[in-house]
């Protein structure tokens, strides 16, 4: 998943307002290093899980590695895979906003449906952390700020191949606020 020319730090000379990263594993000690200067000066990251940061979270409950500073939240290892043949139930819908949450006044269709997501260690902070959840309260969409800047993770792919959110006119609405 290469970037436009200059990579990650290419983009942020040309300081954008946000940046949009789909299921990157690790950064470079200096890329992130980069993200976080320019996310604690007021830049908004989104990132967006899959199956690369998936195997990132299974490395680092295996080593116990400190917590990534470019997530609002620590991942447990090991995907959720719900829905397919080793299924333990069926795909999950999305829980009303909260009226804490940026996405409230949104109405999540019944038809739009989690089938697979990473999941969040559980955490003092996470209520608190999570603007968007399903229906058994596993998180959606989390968030942190971070200095004067905000790192805000969906715990689903970018693309239709954990959830049918991206195709949906929610998922739009929910990238606007």
């Known amino acids: 998943a290469e970037m436009t020319e200059g990579g990650i730090e290419g983009q942020l000379l040309a300081n954008p307002d946000a940046i949009f990263l789909a299921d990157v594993g690790r950064l470079t000690e200096s890329e992130e290093t980069a993200l976080l200067e320019w996310i ?5 990251l989104v990132r967006f899980a899959g199956p690369r940061m998936a195997r990132g979270a299974d490395l680092a409950a295996e080593a116990a590695a ?6 609002p939240v620590a991942l447990r290892g090991g995907g959720r895979a719900v829905g397919g043949a080793m299924a333990w139930g069926a795909p999950q819908a999305i829980r009303d906003f909260s009226a804490e949450s940026p996405f409230t006044g949104l109405t999540a269709p019944r038809e739009v449906v989690v089938n697979t997501q990473i999941l969040a260690r559980l955490g003092p902070d996470l209520a608190s952390r999570t603007w968007a959840a399903l229906e058994d309260g596993t998180p959606l969409v989390t968030a942190a700020e971070l200095g004067a800047g905000r790192v805000v993770l969906f ?7 954990w959830s049918n959110l991206p195709l949906s006119g929610l998922f ?5 606020r």
């Open 40 to 44: 604690e000066g007021g830049g908004l």
């Open 172 to 176: 739009v609405q929910m990238l606007e």
């Open 155 to 161: 715990h689903v792919t970018a693309n239709a191949e």
């Open 66 to 71: 400190s917590d990534d500073p470019l997530l």
